[in-house]
């Protein structure tokens, strides 16, 4: 069964720990925490102190996903405020086998997050150190995109170097995830899904999770 780990980047700020507690009502596995710093991608969101509000709130998995630049200045920080998975952009890492020893050195698990126009076969080297890959279903910056259906394709193709390295991984599908496309997903091998906007932007957030949760074991 796919995993569901919403991103709180659509939560309304104001009732965060209602919104976060609301989505854990209706079975969620995960918090999936979307960092970003206004030069890899587009937008500016929140830091670790945000992150360590959260840890306050929730015993859930805090997947955090460092969409900035230079990821290992901030892998501790981080890790202090509480993640239990970082995952880093193999776009955005100049020495990326470095960058994933130092996430297990602090402690937490670690995936290399692809671009959509970045192949999976740049993670070859890496594979057997990773714990997760995070394929971007959407260019990273926004929430609301729409999915890109080339990433059905993609989840394939990583299942097949998964299986030439024997290598046993969580693929994570983040973007545009929602009830229409998520047996898709999963029916293609992923197993862990970002849900954003379609968890947090409607009125009732129990059954939205709910939604999602029984169209992902639809059978296609």
Not at 145 to 153: G, H, K, S, V
Not at 170 to 194: H, K, L, M
Request: glycine fraction near 8%; charge should be negative.
């Amino acid at each position: 069964m796919i995993q569901i780990a919403p991103s709180i980047l659509t939560c309304n700020f104001l009732h965060l720990e209602q919104d976060i507690k609301a989505a854990e009502q209706g079975g969620i596995d995960a918090i999936h925490l979307d960092v970003m710093d206004g030069v890899f991608v587009p937008n500016i969101s929140f830091g670790p102190l945000v992150v360590a509000a959260i840890r306050k709130q929730t015993k859930l998995l805090l997947d955090v996903h460092l969409m900035i630049v230079q990821p290992e200045k901030y892998i501790q920080q981080f890790a202090n405020a509480g993640a239990g998975m970082i995952s880093i952009h193999y776009e955005a890492c100049t020495h990326l086998h470095r960058t994933i020893q130092e996430i297990k050195q602090a402690g937490c698990k670690v995936g290399v997050a692809l671009n959509p126009a970045t192949s999976v076969s740049v993670l070859e080297n890496v594979l057997s150190e990773i714990d997760m890959v995070v394929l971007m279903s959407v260019n990273p910056g926004f929430g609301g995109q729409a999915f890109i259906p080339l990433t059905i394709q993609k989840i394939k193709q990583l299942k097949t170097l998964c299986g030439q390295y024997q290598k046993t991984i969580d693929i994570q599908i983040d973007g545009g995830v929602n009830a229409t496309n998520i047996a898709s997903i999963a029916n293609a091998g992923a197993t862990i899904a970002v849900v954003g906007s379609a968890i947090f932007n409607e009125k009732n957030i129990v059954e939205n999770v709910q939604q999602i949760r029984n169209a992902a074991e639809l059978k296609l």
